[in-house]
């Protein structure tokens, strides 16, 4: 009977559970915006994953069709492409346009800062002449000297491709062409 008094006589929180609970929602909140990060964050990182699966893509279909792959990025535009070599020659003699595998479209194009990619810049890549070339053994490779077009060459240490803002890499690994996203 005790408890039925005690409970009819209580109108609202007490101090203590009041602080309490402001303290839980401010510990989840604070754990929910370190998981989630601000949606410009998360939209950068999702764009390096999705650069970063793309080249792995143009060495996988490099190796299996056994002519030279290469995606080519536009800084200007902030844009990149994948393409297939018209034949096994080095230097290639022509470049074609490719099916995109998530849409089954052609070109195999991407356009940042638009649609999805709203916000998210092609900053800089390392590649001679914006470009990574994948030979039909999947070694990587980019434009010598800097003078395009030249006869590509295997790249050395690693190289990168970097997205603003924020600076979020895609790394590719000379002699294998791992790529990573750090």
Known sequence: MWLVNHIARQKGFTLIEFVIVILIVAILS?????????STTTKVYGTARKIQSDITYAQEQAMTHRVHYRVQFTTATNSYTVQACSNQNTPCPGWSSILDPSTNASPFAIALNTGSYTSVLLFSTT????YLEFNSAGVP???SAGVCPTPPVSITGFKTVTLNPGGRTVTVVAGTGKTSVP
């Open 141 to 143: 490779m980019e434009g």
């Open 30 to 38: 604070a754990a929910a915006y370190e998981l989630l990060g601000d």
């Open 127 to 130: 590649f001679g002449c914006d």
